[in-house]
């Protein structure tokens, strides 16, 4: 069963995410910045869905999903972007880099569930 | 006395760098106060403790105010108000204003009145103040940073009690489904049903052996009445030869006595002979009789006790069956009852994982938290280098400190709000209308 990638520079909000996915029966890997996600992805990660924070400190969310686009595990692998910002600029961005979906924090577990099953309908 | 206040002349760059100074603190006083409460308590006195020295160091130019500031200490500024330490006619702590007129000089009046200080030990000291204003932000920020920590500590504690309490509900859930799972209990039942089942064949096949006895003992029965009545109908043949021989000892008899002496021999052997039939009926008789009572004995005695056992024996094997079809719907209602007790134990886990799983995403408020204290942090991080930098520029007139004002400078931090209620406050602090923005949740493109 291939794991979900959470990307964010806070560990709440992934010690968070994943408990709420770990409970639903999906695996997942972690990482605190946009530079780590890309080294695990280089590394041999073959992830399911990518679920990434905007605001991190160097990379970017949005700059994260571009670089995995390009990468071959993840050039078709749902993305979302979950994010306190709800500016319409900032969710165009993210949509012109590439993600599948735009979540705002403090997103809702069940409704959080229902999109990933929606996006991964396979697991 | 000469009005000081009147003689002070109020530089524009100094009205400006006081409304600069109470312009970010009012939108620092809103950000901090919508953000967070307990850092209300820590942020606000501190700014207010700084703006408020600042401006009363910064409007006393009066040379009598300025010097009884300096003697009865920063708390004698905070208390009362600078501007109407100025003002001819305030009235204010007699000592205070007692000790400063008497400690002043007036060049045009020698009695009383307040001298004026060259203007430059002023805009030095003022620059000063404002160069201390840091030392303020850097707390402030400090204690912004404390406090993201300790609900970032707090919030992992919550995480990690609950992530053992759900894997604890796990393992019980788990445990109570394979002990009292629906397929090992159906194996179970299946298992014993089975083998009461082979106990009801065992009493069908008693029951039937029991009735194939029952047929071969009336089989036996009518055997042994016609061997009986076989047995009666000799001792009846053998009644017959008595009788006839009777008869004939009796013919012999009457023919001895015709034959006179010659014949009483013959009337002997007669009398002998009817003696003999006499016993022979007797005996046959005896014989009969002891061959009904066999009969009655066989007939009657052993086929009532044969019937009272079959009798007992179909009560027995009627209890037996009625006591395996009390235990087969005893298993019955403890199966349901197992069953009712897995879907309860189920759907409470069910209920149970909700809350729990609304907990793990409720602790996202610390991240949020988070970003707007960073923010704040920033903001205040912007204020500290532009008065600094104010207090550089009144120190020397040629120091340069951008084209951008402190305002410009906070109006530019809004675009690095993270939420929309960040900007919100920040327009209703500045007075702006709000655009109360529109936007889903959760947004699949």
Known sequence: MKPVLLVDDSPTMLASMSGILKKAGFSCETAGTGEAAVDKVSDGLSPCLVITDYHMPGMHGVDLIGKLRRLAPTRFVPMLVLTTDSQPEKRSAAKAAGATGWLVKPVDPTALLQVVKQLVPSH | MTDAASESPYPWNRVLGVVAIGGAVAALDGMVRSTLPYGLSLALPLLEVGAGMLLTRYLCLGTAARRATDRAGPEAAIDRSAVELDRPGAVDRPETISEAIASTHDVDNPVGGVAVEPQEATIARAAMELGQYRAFTDILNRQMRSVVELSEKAAGSILSNLTGIDAKITDLLTFIQHSGANDRVAEVFGQIESEMRGCRDLLDLFSDRQKAYAGRRLQQQSKIDAETKGVLDTLEGVNGIARQTTMLSLNVSIEAARAGEAGKGFSIIAMEIRKLASEV????????????????????????????????????????????????????????????????????????????????????????????????????????????????????????????????????????????????????????????????LVELF
Do not use: W
């Not at chain 2, 007939?299 to 009560?315: G, I, K, N, W, Y």
């Not at chain 2, 005893?330 to 149970?352: C, F, G, P, W, Y």
């Not at chain 2, 949020?368 to 600094?388: F, K, N, P, V, Y």
């Open chain 2, 281 to 440: 009926q007797g005996l046959s008789t005896e014989v009969r009789t002891r061959v009904e009572g066999v009969m009655r004995t066989v007939t009657v005695d052993l086929h009532e006790l044969s019937q009272q056992r079959e009798e007992a024996e179909r009560e027995a094997v009627a209890n037996i069956a009625k006591a395996l079809n009390t235990l087969t719907a005893n298993l019955m209602t403890l199966i349901s009852h197992q069953r009712d007790i897995l879907q309860k134990v189920e759907s409470e886990n069910v209920a149970i994982a909700r809350p729990l799983m609304d907990i793990m995403g409720s602790v996202q408020f610390q991240d949020i938290i988070r970003q707007q204290l960073e923010q704040l942090e920033r903001m205040a991080t912007t204020i500290g280098e532009h008065i600094e930098a104010v207090g550089r520029m009144l120190e020397n007139s040629h120091e340069y400190i951008g084209e951008m004002t402190l305002e410009q400078k906070i109006e530019k931090l809004f675009s690095g709000y993270v939420t929309a209620d960040q900007r919100d406050v920040h327009l209703e602090a500045t007075r702006k209308p709000v655009k109360k923005e529109a936007h889903s």
